[in-house]
């Protein structure tokens, strides 16, 4: 065990709280630091004094106690993670629309911290086209979802909706706190470097209602503008169509967002904004076609049977980039490839760092559920020369790091 975490655990109004006890149990039993915050029905279903012999802190149900110590910011904001088991249907809706009539939705709020959350309800609820969007929002926004199991529930019905069991919660939560931690740079490498990221997908215009796009979430990117941020650049983004969660996040830490709509939109913006940058970064997937004569009006299908579209060549912005390199600029490609193994992949990477020559090229295999709109990502990193200087696999902030830890050696001239 390494340091001593500070958790937050959230308790709402559910029968499975019986099962949160031991959750508290073994993190204090792990050495760590645990402060417990029961809704009002949470503590139907257990008491304040099983909680705060348990967590040996006392426990918090109120934003108005001890107001003088403004817990109701500063439990979320010291926190090293926060859990909430079980979480209930009416929870998790709070959450999703940030909620704050309670302690635990001011604690959520005023929190950076990795939220984990343990979904407990009926199927029923769980399956509530509701329940379904708000997890979706939550999971969009980074939030760990553990589970919920398929099994009895409080009756006698069976089906998904029981909570975890405490010691995979409690494996989520140490995971998160410590993933967070691995990953807070121990520098500010990048202070003083002024970092141009392209991220998200393009949108070519079919007629006014129509276009051509790609799957491209934005993530990526988005991750690697925080990531920067927070390694000590100044960063801009041209931000092509991003997902809701990425577009909030680049919101919340105040970065310079351009956005665009088209690659031609894009290839204006970056030659606009390439010339002051001391690094380009191109996640965004740009469309490598686009329709020759997007049509001014909607087109009507009448009697047709069919429609061909005739498509050109966008401009390549990352072939014109490193076609004139700049003195001290450093430019790194991206290259999403549909390769059926590793190997593959880095020959596929190679291939188009011969034609596109970036300082850094970083390749990931797309397809069948890997790369697009998922949390996680793995990715090849090769030199300007074609050799493998990083392999990574983890979260899009892992990928990101691992990005810019190359970047900083570049810089650097390790
Ligand atoms: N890119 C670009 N301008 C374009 C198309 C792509 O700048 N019009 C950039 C992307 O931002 C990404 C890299 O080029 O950094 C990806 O190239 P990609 O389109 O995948 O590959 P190509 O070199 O076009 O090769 P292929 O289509 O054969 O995969």
Redesign the pocket.
């Known amino acids: 065990m390494s340091r001593q975490l500070n958790i937050v655990v959230g308790v709402a109004g559910g029968i499975a709280a019986y099962k949160t006890i031991q959750v508290v149990r073994e993190l204090v039993l792990g050495g760590h630091d645990v402060h417990v915050i029961a809704t009002d029905s949470a503590l139907k279903f257990v008491g304040a004094p099983t909680w705060e012999a348990l967590s040996r802190n006392p426990l918090n149900t109120s934003i108005f106690d001890d107001v003088a110590a403004v817990r109701h910011v500063s439990m979320g904001q010291e926190a090293d993670a926060i859990v909430i088991a079980p979480a209930t249907a009416n929870t998790i809706a709070k959450l999703a629309a940030g909620i704050a009539d309670d302690l635990l939705g001011t604690t959520v709020l005023a929190s950076r911290a990795p939220l984990v959350i343990a979904p407990a309800m009926h199927t029923e609820m769980w399956s509530h086209p509701a329940t379904v969007a708000n997890i979706a929002t939550l999971r969009e926004r980074g939030v760990i979802i553990v589970g919920p199991d398929s099994g009895r529930l409080t009756g006698d019905d069976i089906g998904p909706g029981r909570m975890s069991e405490p010691d995979a919660i409690t494996a989520a939560i140490i995971s998160a706190a410590t993933a967070r931690e691995h990953a807070e740079p121990a520098a500010r490498d990048l202070a003083g470097q002024r970092i141009l990221i ?1 991220a998200g997908g393009t949108r070519e215009a079919i007629d006014p209602v129509r276009y051509v796009a790609n799957h491209s979430s934005g993530k990526q990117g988005v991750a690697i503008a925080l990531a920067a941020l927070r390694r000590g650049a100044d960063v801009t983004v041209i931000a092509a169509n991003l997902d809701p969660g990425p577009a909030a996040d680049l919101r919340a830490a105040e970065i310079t967002t351009v956005p665009v709509t088209s ?1 031609a939109d894009l ?1 204006r913006e970056v030659d606009r904004l390439a010339p002051d940058a001391s690094v380009v970064v ?7 076609f686009t329709p020759a004569a997007p049509a001014e009006s909607k087109i009507k299908k009448g009697d047709d049977d069919g429609l061909d579209l005739h498509l050109v060549r ?6 014109d ?1 490193v076609a004139h390199p700049v003195s001290g600029r450093l430019v790194v ?5 549909t390769a059926s193994s590793r190997d593959e992949l880095v020959e ?1 990477a190679r291939a ?1 760092l011969a ?2 020559p970036a300082d850094l090229l970083v390749a990931n295999r797309v397809g069948s559920g890997l790369g697009f709109g998922t949390d996680d990502n793995a990715a090849v990193l090769l030199s300007s020369t074609g050799e493998l200087v990083a392999e990574v696999s983890g979260t899009k902030r892992d990928v990101a790091d691992a990005i810019l830890d190359q970047l900083a050696a570049l810089r650097h001239g390790e």
């Not at 966008?314 to 072939?319: E, G, I, Q």
């Not at 490609?333 to 490839?337: K, L, Q, V």
């Open positions: 392209t690659a290839a191109m996640a965004a997937a740009v469309a490598d966008t401009r390549d912005v990352l072939a980039l490609g991206f290259a999403a490839e596929l188009k034609r596109k």
